[in-house]
């Protein structure tokens, strides 16, 4: 089963308060599940790359054989591609947890940049998390 992942971070100021949301989409579209949360103090690049960890961590749950995400960080998608090198110590921490993830996910991995307004939902349930100040494993 192939499910698409819309992840996004956000960062009031930067650095700054940050939340992370990211939701599961089936072939037709439907939402199957969605979460979001409060990361604390960070920058907007930490959020992005923390939010698709959550995501990760939580795709399992999906059952999927296939997980293509989706994400409007251009610096996340063509870092995570090979395109971009990693420069900055903590992106790169969070760049090796993820590689080392995906060697054991149980289904392949496609990433994908979209616009802004294409990653709309995504978008909001970040927000909500810093709002909420609801905490979130990641």
Known sequence: ????????????GNPGE???????????GRTI????????????NVA???AL???????????CTRLIIHSDSELLVRQLRGEYKVKDQTLKTYFVKIHRLLAKVPFEMEIKYISREQNREADQLANLGIDSRRRIRV
């Open 18 to 28: 940050s939340g992370i949301g990211f939701l599961f989409k089936d072939e037709h």
């Open 48 to 50: 992005e790359y923390k």
């Open 33 to 44: 599940s969605r979460a979001y949360g409060y990361i604390g103090e960070g920058t907007n």
């Open 1 to 12: 089963m192939i499910v698409h992942a819309f992840t996004d971070g956000a960062a009031r």
């Open 53 to 63: 960890l959550a995501c990760l961590n939580a795709a399992p749950e999906t059952k």
